[in-house]
Each structure stands twice: as C-alpha cells, then as structure tokens.
C-alpha cells in the first residue's frame, strides 16, 4: 500500500532535518522509508529545475560508517524509483562524487555524516552545477512524495536494493591535483598522512606521493573515528605532537569522515586553523574574491591580499551564493569556511597548467596549495603562517546540547532594538573582541548543529605580540623542533 507525504511532515516526524551541510539525524531516525524520501524529494526538486528527468544518471557514494552501506541502498531505490539510473561511485571523498556529478551534468548524493560521531548520518545533495541551496532545501521541503509498498513496519527497505557496477571517480579527483601541482611540487618534503577512518585517506596518500613526496602512513582505523577539523580533539593535538616530534616531519595531513574538511599540521605538529589555511590557499592561488562565514577571523580582510571579501552566514550553500554574486564584478573567487573546506568557484592558470573550478568544499586543495607554496618560498609553514596579520582564534564545541537549547539561548541576546543588542553584546563580549558594531548580514557566531547536537564559537581578536608568541613545549618538556626551510 503506497503513502502520500510531504517532506516537511518527514523531517518533522522523524528528527532529520538540514542543517549548515545536508540532512543529518541519528542513525535509528534515518530509517530506510526516511532516507528514499529525502532522495525522491531532492529528484522531484531537480526535475522542477530540469536537472533530472526519467532515464536521467544520479552519482552516489557514501563515507565508511557503519550504517552508510544500508543508507545508500535506501538511496540506490529512491532513484530507481523516480526512473532514475544510479551511478555507484563507493565509498570515495564528497568532492570526488560531487566533482564526478558537475562533469557528467548530472545529480549526486554522499551518504555522510561528516565529523560527527557514528551513531549519527546524512546525505548531502548536489545539483548538476554546485551543492544545494538553501533555496533548494525549502523547495525539497515542500515536496509531495509518494512512498511505496517497499519498507517493514519499522521503515526499513524488506529487500536490500544493489547499487550496482562501480564507477572510478577516485582516480580522476586524483588526477586534478597531480596533473596541475606536477611531480615535482613537494619534493624532499616529509609529510605524515592521519589517516584514521577518513574515506579519503587511501586517495590523499597517493596525491602526496605523486608529488613527489616521502610519506608516512598514520594512525589508520577500522573503527570510525569522529575527527573535527575546527574544534579539534585533544588526542588529536596530542598525536600530533608526539608524531612531530618522533619522526621530524615538515607537516601533517588529515581530514574529516569524508574527506570534504582539510586538517593540517605544522613542521611543531600544531594543527591549523582553517580559516587560516583558507587565506593562504586563496593567496597562493592568485584569487581575488573571497566569501567566508562571520565565524572566520578577520585576518582575511586585514591582510589586503584581495579586492573584496563577503562575509557570509554559516554553511557551505551561503557561501556558494556569495561567491556567485562575486563572479560578476570579478575573474576569479573562492571561498572558504572555518573548518578548512575550500570551494573553487573559477578555473585556476599557473605555469601553462588549469585547475577547474569545483564549487562545493575540498579538503585536498588548500593542503596542496599551502605546502606547495611553503616548499617554492623555501620556508616552514610555520613561517608561511606568520606572513599574515596576527589574531587570535579558538573553537570549542558544546557536545550533546539540544538544539532547542541551544535556540533558546541565542535567542536572549537577540531581543529588544538594534542598540540594546549591540550594547548587550559589548557588556558580554568587549573586553575580548572590543565594542560591537551592526554589519550584514547579522547573524551570531554560536552555530547549533542539528546533526551533532552540539554548538560551535569561533570569536577573533588581536593580542599583544601575537605572532611572537612562541611554540608551547612538548609535553614531555623536550624542546619542539622548529623545522626545516624546504629548498
């Protein structure tokens, strides 16, 4: 027997709702029945749009959860359901199958839950051309879709649906950065890959050794581990020190679950911030335009690097209209978030060779770009970090908070008129970022995640000799290594 709902009353029902990227929920809410509803929503929505018709090739690929398999089955009869063909793509990076999506001019999906812990999973759309839209996400929303006699009393599929041959989309991403970086771009570097259970490891160990790179493989996982590329771990710092330090390497690579989130590490074994690998990327390339969060430090701007910076709210689909609306006053844009993920919004020219555009988040390019550049000035990252304007940055998470709390709690320092907010704002926060001002768009730097249920804050500030400071010792109180100048 077949039912009739809306997407809206699914989203209600079960919990699963979009957040900053895609649709994220528990595991046990995003049963099967869930899951094929989102899919036929999203393919209803396209087909609006003329980007999916019947007959019509949809990409799918997913992270290495444990529940990822049975989600992406889910998937696979969705789009069988709607008329549509599936192209598996595996378990490969979000940019892969995205970059894979954008170059056939079809749709795609990734089953993925990010960095946020396996108990938890999502889906992440993509139209033909870039990522969702907000836009796109109130259209699904509103969504009619019709579900079919296929699920179990508690809404899981009674026969699991194949997705069929296997489609290399790995060794074209590969090919992106090879063929454009060269051979010869990280030579005599010494990197470490962490690879723990990151879908991408297995391909980012073979871009670096392309380039020419000595490598050293790093704590691999068959067990899921939730690495965060903005408020990172402790363990993480920790492992990272201790690598560092025992195997003198110049840098440290890693990524988020599936592989759309760079995380990487200094010739000290400290960690970079995102929004700092951001500028660096974008510089090193030659971009003009920037669109970035207002949770990213304002090092972009007092950096002078670029014609224009747009801030933006948080989430990668935001960031995607502002680097739209760049590309009409300028030739090249990009943007950047604070977790590290990167999107290219115009083909990138250097030394006869073009990097294309790939407007959705990637963890690989700005890793590349930045020891790329690092190794041609002949200077550590550390070195390369210390060029910019110094501020000082810091994100914490707040995990397991509900986000109706969380809402409730943004929404006291919100009320009243414009002045009684700044100067609310000013009492709480002045001593540590100075008197607040109003700016467009408004919007607040704690960030509730539905999919985590946690929040993020990112504030930035100048200290006193910032850039001065030095490295804090290794735990052990043996002295840090302050690397090598790369020649």
């Known amino acids: 027997m077949t039912r009739t709902l809306s997407v809206h009353a699914i989203m209600a029902d079960s919990g699963v709702a979009f957040g900053t990227s895609g649709a ?58 709607m008329g549509g063909q599936v192209a598996y793509c595996g378990f490969v990076p979000s940019p892969a199958v995205a970059a894979y999506g954008f170059a056939q001019g079809i749709p795609s999906l990734m089953v993925t839950g990010s960095h946020i812990p396996d108990d938890r999973n999502g889906i992440k759309f993509n139209r033909t051309d870039s990522e969702v839209l907000k836009s796109d996400e109130l259209a699904m929303h509103a969504q009619i879709v019709t579900l079919p006699d296929l699920f179990d009393a508690g809404g899981m599929l009674v026969q699991l649906e194949d997705c069929g041959p296997l489609i290399d989309v790995a060794t074209p991403y590969a090919a992106r950065y090879i063929d454009f970086f060269g051979a010869e771009a990280l030579r005599d570097v010494k990197l470490g890959v962490y690879e723990h259970s990151a879908v991408g490891r297995d391909v980012l160990t073979g871009i670096v050794k392309e380039l020419g790179a000595e490598i050293v493989r790093l704590g691999r996982s068959e067990k899921f581990i939730p690495v965060d590329t903005e408020a990172v771990r402790p363990e993480d710092q920790a492992l990272a020190l201790d690598w560092s330090y025992d195997l003198g390497l110049d840098a440290i690579l890693s990524t988020d679950g599936d592989s759309d989130r760079p995380l990487l590490a200094d010739e000290t074994g400290a960690w970079m911030r995102g929004d700092v690998l951001g ?209």
Request: a positive charge; aromatic letters at 6%.
């Open 24 to 81: 994220r929920g528990l595991v046990t809410a995003m049963t099967d029945e869930v899951c094929f509803a989102y899919v036929c929503g999203f393919l209803q929505h396209v087909a609006d749009i003329g980007q999916f018709a019947s007959g019509s090739a949809v990409a799918i690929a997913g992270d290495l959860r444990p529940s990822t398999p049975r989600i992406l089955s889910a998937c696979a009869a969705a789009i069988r359901q």
């Open 279 to 487: 500028i660096l990327c974008a510089q090193a390339l030659g971009i003009k335009a920037v669109a970035t969060p207002v949770s990213c430090n304002s090092a972009v701007e007092l950096s002078g690097a670029f014609a224009a910076v747009r801030r933006t709210r948080i989430g990668s689909p935001f960031v995607i209209e502002a680097m739209n609306a760049l590309l009409a006053s300028f030739g090249s844009a990009c943007g950047y978030e604070a977790n590290g993920g990167f999107l290219l919004a115009t083909p990138v020219q250097s030394e006869g060779r073009t990097l294309g555009a790939l407007p959705t988040r990637d963890a690989v390019l700005p890793m590349l770009a930045v020891l790329a550049a690092a190794r041609l000035q002949g200077v550590t990252l550390g070195a390369l970090q210390a060029q910019l304007p110094a501020r000082y940055t810091f994100s914490e998470r707040l995990q397991n908070y509900p986000t109706a709390q969380s809402q409730a709690l943004l929404a006291r320092p919100q009320e009243g008129a414009r002045d009684d907010v700044l100067t609310r704002a000013s009492a709480m926060f002045g001593e540590l970022a100075g008197a607040a001002t109003a700016f467009t768009p408004p919007t607040a730097c704690v960030s509730p995640s539905i999919g985590a249920t946690s929040s993020t804050c990112a504030p930035a500030a100048t200290p006193p000799n910032c850039a001065a400071t030095p490295k804090a010792p290794h735990r052990s109180g043996r002295p840090r290594s302050t690397g090598r100048c790369w020649r």
